[in-house]
């Protein structure tokens, strides 16, 4: 496990979900590409536990497929697969001519769900990663 990799990761995606938060404060709220950056923080947080676990993330926006490769490696992962499935389809398809009406509804609950998944405990976690000699502060 490459520790710097692991850090860059959850850099990206609170990055991503900064961007949700700053765009949901708009006077002119954009909720689809609110929804897809909280569907990009969500998928950068799944692949930075893959790389502490030292698995290479497939080049994938799937957040179920993500998921339940955590969920192989620990099954506490299901306890959020509801919110993946949510966030699941605002990933790449949404920057298309969309066949998914996205209201002010679905920008509260995908905020919800990336906070419930950044607090997850084995994603939380990550965050105190400081050098190698510490493999494993709060993830199993």
């Not at 105190?128 to 709060?138: A, H, L, Q, R, S």
Request: proline content about 2%; aromatic content about 12%.
């Amino acid at each position: 496990m490459n520790i710097d990799d692991v850090l860059e990761w959850m850099e990206i995606a609170d990055n991503d979900f900064d961007s949700a938060i700053l765009l949901d404060g708009a006077v002119r709220k954009h909720c689809e590409i609110i929804c897809y950056h909280c569907a990009q923080a969500v998928e950068k947080y799944l692949k930075a536990y893959l790389v502490f676990k030292g698995i290479v993330p497939k080049k994938t926006h799937d957040l179920l497929f993500l998921v339940n490769v955590c969920n192989e490696l620990n099954d506490e992962f299901e306890s959020i697969v509801t919110e993946c499935s949510f966030l699941n389809k605002f990933t790449n398809d949404i920057r298309y001519p969309h066949k998914y009406q996205i209201n002010e509804n679905d920008v509260v609950y995908s905020i919800k769900a990336v906070y419930k998944i950044k607090d997850f405990s084995f994603i939380s976690g990550l965050r105190e990663i400081k050098n190698e000699t510490v493999e494993k502060p709060n993830c199993t």
